[in-house]
């Protein structure tokens, strides 16, 4: 160093630049002058480094401090798990020079391969994990999972793609990734989360946004693996907060989306973090999120070769009718929100179709407590608000409520009203059903000028809102029978002397009167023998009708 600087007069020299520090470079001088001191796993990296930034090979003399630096890596680091990720992460200080000599990948490369043998030996426990509690399974998989969690974001990226190139377990690597997450990410969010004052990442959440994106890329494919929801979750939470790239949360939420079945109520309700005021949760992403998911859906079924796979019970159709009560149920949970406006609620609604829904009870609750939380709508916006509801496809019981529903316009009351009572008497006279099912086989005939794959889109269709109308149909039977036990009951229970049992079945299909005794003028007459026979009229009549 002397010699390169050709300075005659140099008295002092500057070793700021010397791999390690001034302490390594304690320690190289020692190694020349023949004093002991023990080479260990926190100072072989520094060591190394410096002997190379030194030029301290066998040149100058047999087993040089590169040479012995090296024999420790092979001999003592490379066959542990543990030495290597150890040594690999006291690199970060040493860059570029540990590049150079090639340290990271010969940690990185044993650590895969040590973690290759770990995977073997293990097998047989790992058989025995499977059928044991799900706490015997935690402890299978963390064989090295917490070692790995010390690394910076950047090694342990290179360090899971050789663990996926290698052939390690799905499974142990979803293992780490929520482990290091949990690690590394660690109390951030909560001081954040309904501050209304938040508006930009603060300087400390840039390295939490860059370690979100990785861990998001590492993520196996969903077809090979099942990432925990609820991790999916969390790291959407937090990549909202840091400001993720976009790309970055949407590849979430469409892992998300590929599952959105399974998915709790709890897990949607995401808050938001922008100041915009239109809201307290963050709706537009649970509506990217269902986006996609119908998007999943349309794909499955354009696979389909034919209507076999379509059934009432196929695992399509059920996916898309727990989705429809999950989402309905969304909405009744955002729906007291003060803050949220007309436009994004509705957005929310128009986006599931028709077919998701057997009933609209769920809707309506949501649109209900919508009208509750927001008393300053105006009758346009209210009409606007229920014309999402399809009034054929409410139940008794919401018909009841809706009938009474003060908050409603006054059309929509009428529309229920009026749709309730054909339904009832459609349904009393048998014809309902063969109706609907005559109507929308007639009209969905197709023209002979449709090409063939809009005839199939056609037909797809109409079997989809007949599978859909059969369930309706189910319903209603359903309610039906439950009505049908009620007057029973209810005949046992009277004397004969009251109101007939078409009071029980709506209290708004009374204001219309629809089957009142025309001829009712007649039983006006008093004395007990009119008594009597109005008594047996009233019991006659029930009777057939039941």
Same mark, same amino acid.
């Given at each position: ?86 040594? @690999? ?39 025995? /994990? ?18 790995? +969690? ?42 954040? &989360? ?7 990442? /603060?300087? *400390? ?14 993520? =196996? $494919?969903?077809? +090979?693996?099942?990432? $925990?929801?609820?991790?999916?979750? #969390?790291?959407?939470? &937090? !990549? ?5 790239? @976009?790309? /970055? ?38 509506? %990217? ?25 196929? =695992?399509?159709? !059920?996916?898309? @009718? ?11 949970? &955002?729906?007291?929100? =003060? ?112 090409? =063939? ?24 039977? +359903? ?22 049992? @078409?009071?029980?079945?709506?209290? *708004? &299909? ?15 007459? +008093? #004395? %007990? ?5 109005? !008594? ?11």
């Amino acid at each position: 160093m002397v010699a390169d600087a050709n300075d005659p007069n140099l008295s002092e020299l500057d070793l700021n630049h010397v791999p390690g520090g001034p302490e390594t470079f304690e320690l190289a001088a020692k190694f020349c002058y023949g004093m002991n001191f023990e080479i260990t796993t926190t100072n072989v990296a520094r060591l190394r480094c410096v002997a190379e930034y030194l030029e301290m090979t066998e040149d100058y003399r047999e087993e040089n401090l590169i040479a012995r630096t090296e024999t420790f890596l092979d001999e003592v680091v490379s066959p542990s798990l543990e030495k290597s990720v150890q040594v @690999l992460s006291s690199c970060d200080a040493l860059l570029p020079t540990a590049e150079e000599v090639g340290i990271p990948d010969k940690c990185i490369d044993a650590i895969t391969r040590n973690a290759c043998q770990e995977q073997l030996v293990s097998s047989l426990s790992r058989l025995d /994990c499977d059928s044991g509690s799900l706490e015997l399974k935690d402890r299978c998989l963390e064989w090295w999972v917490e070692d790995l +969690s010390v690394l910076s974001i950047d090694f342990y990226r290179r360090v899971i793609m050789a663990m996926g190139h290698v052939g390690v377990h799905i499974d142990s690597i979803i293992a780490s990734l929520m482990h290091y997450a949990q690690v590394s990410l660690k109390g951030i969010g909560k001081p954040q &989360i309904w501050n209304p004052a938040r508006s930009y990442p /603060c300087k *400390g959440e840039k390295g939490q946004r860059t370690i979100i994106e990785t861990l998001v890329s590492l993520l =196996p $494919p969903e077809k +090979s693996s099942s990432v $925990p929801l609820n991790f999916l979750f #969390g790291m959407l939470r &937090i !990549g909202i907060m840091v400001d993720a790239t @976009l790309a /970055c949360r949407l590849e979430i939420e469409r892992r998300i989306a590929f599952r959105l079945e399974m998915v709790l109520l709890d897990d949607l309700l995401i808050p938001s973090v922008q100041t915009t005021g239109d809201s307290l949760f963050d709706v537009d992403t649970v509506k %990217r999120i269902l986006i996609h998911f119908l998007q999943r859906i349309d794909q499955e079924e354009n696979e389909d070769c034919g209507y076999e796979s379509e059934g009432i019970d196929s =695992p399509s159709h !059920g996916a898309l @009718l727990k989705v429809g009560r999950l989402i309905d149920t969304y909405l009744a949970e &955002i729906a007291p929100d =003060p803050y949220l406006s007309l436009d994004k609620f509705t957005a929310m609604i128009s986006v599931l179709p028709d077919y998701a829904r057997i009933i609209d009870d769920g809707l309506y609750r949501a649109i209900d407590v919508y009208l509750k939380a927001h008393p300053t709508l105006s009758e346009h916006e209210a009409k606007k608000l229920c014309k999402f509801i399809d009034c054929q496809k409410l139940s008794q019981e919401a018909c009841n409520h809706a009938a009474q529903n003060e908050r409603l316009p006054v059309q929509m009351t009428v529309r229920v009203l009026y749709f309730e009572q054909l339904c009832l008497k459609n349904a009393l006279s048998g014809s309902c059903g063969d109706t609907f099912v005559s109507q929308k086989i007639s009209s969905g005939l197709t023209s002979a000028a449709m090409s =063939p794959r809009d005839t199939y889109a056609s037909l797809r269709r109409e079997n989809r809102e007949l599978k859909l109308e059969i369930s309706r149909m189910r319903v209603r039977l +359903s309610d039906l029978e439950k009505e049908q036990v009620f007057m029973k009951q209810g005949m046992m229970d009277k004397t004969g002397h009251g109101k007939t049992f @078409l009071t029980s079945l709506s209290r *708004g &299909i009374g204001r219309f009167g629809i089957f009142g005794n025309p001829s009712g003028e007649k039983h006006h007459k +008093s #004395g %007990r023998k009119s008594r009597t026979s109005e !008594g047996k009229t009233g019991r006659s009549r029930r009777y057939s009708l039941s």
